[in-house]
């Protein structure tokens, strides 16, 4: 099974950026959709994006549609959460996941198998 790990969070201000990276392990990622979700203080896990196997496909929460931007780069067994013009309501720990069945992007965590350790987002004012 594939293991993965995201990196790249952090703290920043209102209005700005940051790039997390889910580095996989154990398989290769290009056999998984690979999914974006977060969890913030008291919140349910909400699906954040996606991206299909062959990279030519992603799909995004109305939330954060035009701000974020999901890659991956197959060759380097990773992908990428872009996360740009941010405020206070993306604070949250922001996970990747990947999905062995689905042929496009699903939004529903229980879809997902394969979870990594999350990491930190805190956009401040």
């Known amino acids: 099974q594939v293991q993965l790990a995201e990196s790249g969070g952090g703290l920043v201000q209102t209005g700005g950026s940051l790039r997390l990276a889910c580095a996989a392990s154990?398989?290769?990622?290009?056999?998984?959709?690979i999914g974006w979700f977060r969890r913030a203080p008291g919140k349910e896990r909400e699906f954040v994006g996606g991206?299909?196997?062959?990279?030519?496909?992603?799909y995004y929460a109305d939330s954060v549609k035009g701000r974020f931007t999901i890659s991956r780069d197959n060759a380097r067994n990773s992908a990428y959460l872009q996360m740009n013009s941010l405020n206070a309501e993306d604070t949250a720990v922001y996970y990747c996941?990947?999905?062995?069945?689905?042929?496009?992007?699903?939004?529903?965590?229980?879809?997902?198998?394969?979870w990594g350790q999350g990491t930190q987002v805190t956009v401040s004012s």
């Open positions: 154990g398989r290769r990622i290009s056999n998984y959709v």
């Open positions: 996941a990947a999905d062995p069945i689905g042929l496009s992007v699903r939004t529903t965590p229980k879809d997902y198998l394969y």
């Open positions: 991206v299909r196997r062959s990279g030519d496909f992603t």
